[in-house]
């Protein structure tokens, strides 16, 4: 199976601030192909479903704000957050969509410093 | 409105079985390849399986810890998909999402409200 593994496992950060989250794929043929990165970027609050946030490695999906973004490609991933809000407190998941078993990061708590 | 309506949760006894089910509305669901995601307490999110469009060969494939023991299947004719739990254990208590996509071209832009259950003696 893949490992998509994620660093940190917890950050802190003060409003106003940049919060960046790191995603590293086992297997970089097994996330990525014909030039397409199949690696997304799930937001999780406690009593909600998960909300997809970036596809592709780097489109943002309708109505999410533009302080998140997304990039990396291969094995190396990356969300960022430019400028954390209250309501961005959650979460953070990566996730690898092209070679099944689908594999999910572990997560990453984001919380204000 | 695109819509993912889960049911079937409850308390099982170990080695027991459960079914859940997935009404799906708002969206072209013969079409749609349907996965089942869980997140036991505590931990993170955990994919569990999926099922193809007939299209597509409406194949399945399943997560490494519940292979041989989920099943998932659908219904078109009345725009529901199934897990169909086994030989349940401890560590299947969680959260179970139904969920899929309409546009991220893989990516789960849809989510049920998410359907608990709990295994335990």
């Known amino acids: 199976d893949i490992v998509m593994t994620q660093s940190p496992d917890s950050l802190a950060v003060s409003l106003g601030e940049r919060a960046t989250i790191n995603c590293k794929c086992s297997?970089?043929?097994?996330?990525?192909?014909?030039?397409?990165?199949?690696l997304a970027w799930y937001q999780h609050k406690p009593g909600q479903p998960p909300k997809l946030l970036i596809y592709?490695?780097?489109t943002r999906e309708s109505g999410v704000p533009d302080r998140f973004s997304g990039s990396g490609s291969g094995t190396d991933f990356s969300l960022t957050i430019s400028s954390l809000q209250a309501e961005d407190v959650a979460v953070y998941y990566c996730q690898q969509y092209y070679t099944v078993p689908w594999t999910f990061g572990q997560g990453t708590k984001v919380e204000i410093k | 409105e695109v819509q993912l309506v889960e049911s079937g949760g409850g308390l099982v006894k170990p080695g027991g079985s459960l079914r859940l089910s997935c009404a799906a509305s708002g969206f072209t669901f013969n079409n749609a390849w349907m996965s089942w995601v869980r997140q036991a307490p505590g931990k993170g999110l955990e994919w569990v399986g999926r099922?193809?469009?007939?299209?597509?060969?409406?194949?399945?494939d399943y997560a490494t810890p519940v292979k041989g023991r989920f099943s998932i299947s659908r219904d078109d004719s009345k725009n529901t998909v199934y897990l169909q739990m086994n030989s349940l254990k401890i560590e299947d208590t969680a959260v179970y999402y139904c969920?899929?996509?309409?546009?991220?071209?893989?990516?789960?832009?849809?989510w049920g409200q998410g359907t608990m259950v709990t295994v335990s003696s």
């Open positions: 592709w490695a780097s």
């Open positions: 297997q970089s043929d097994l996330c990525t192909s014909n030039n397409k990165n199949y």
């Open positions: 969920t899929s996509w309409t546009a991220a071209g893989g990516a789960f832009d849809i």
């Open positions: 099922i193809k469009s007939k299209a597509d060969g409406g194949t399945t």
